[in-house]
């Protein structure tokens, strides 16, 4: 019996390569080379394999960082990390758009919460925090992935937007890293401004007290 591992592979190749209509228990199961009621024993329907394949896609972003290393220093890496899982599966991008609108995605934060609680982060701030770096990794990616635009396509028409584009001085990958640092650096100030409200406060041991 094939493993459930070595069928979503192959269902993330399919989908990679002809897009996501393109996926069909059939086709997966000529694939794999079995009887497509063989799948049935991982999976319960299409839609099921797609949301393992997410999952498999995104596997990496998860284990992103050094164990130790702080939540500022981690956190950039993880949000660049899904961006590039992202922009190397751009057929998924609805799905992921999809799993986050009905709250199918909690799986793929609920790591990402769980250190930013251990490393002190006020729980306050976790889902802002995380909330804004995903949503711009997934923006981003749409951006990159979408058919050209109009600074893309500028011709003489539009003198102006086609010297902007053809002598922009940051790329995609230098924006993004602008971005997300200012995302970050905002959640420090915000978390100084509002620390008192935010952060449990340390009761003050009274001299002389037993």
Do not use: C
């Amino acid at each position: 019996m094939i493993s459930r591992r070595k069928a979503l592979e192959v269902a993330l190749e399919i989908i990679d390569s002809d897009g996501l209509d393109a996926l069909s228990i059939r086709r997966l199961a000529t694939a794999l080379g079995v009887n497509g009621a063989s799948l049935y024993h991982h999976f319960s329907s299409k839609e099921d394999i797609v949301i393992g394949v997410v999952d498999l896609a995104l596997a990496e972003v998860r284990g992103v960082g050094e164990p130790g290393a702080s939540w500022r220093q981690w956190l950039p890496e993880n949000a660049r990390a899904l961006r590039h899982a992202l922009l190397a599966h751009p057929a998924l991008l609805p799905v992921v758009v999809a799993a986050r609108s009905h709250g199918q995605g909690a799986r793929l934060l609920d790591a990402s919460a769980a250190r930013l609680l251990s490393d002190g982060v006020p729980s306050a701030v976790v889902m802002p925090l995380l909330g804004a770096l995903a949503a711009f990794a997934i923006s981003s990616a749409l951006h990159e992935t979408q058919s050209s635009g109009p600074a893309e396509s500028a011709t003489e028409e539009y003198p102006s937007l086609a010297k902007a584009a053809a002598e922009r001085g940051l790329n995609a990958d230098q924006i993004y890293d602008l971005v997300i640092t200012s995302i970050l650096q905002a959640i420090d100030t915000a978390v100084e401004q509002q620390r008192a409200r935010w952060l449990p406060s340390i009761p003050v041991p009274v001299e002389g007290a037993l």
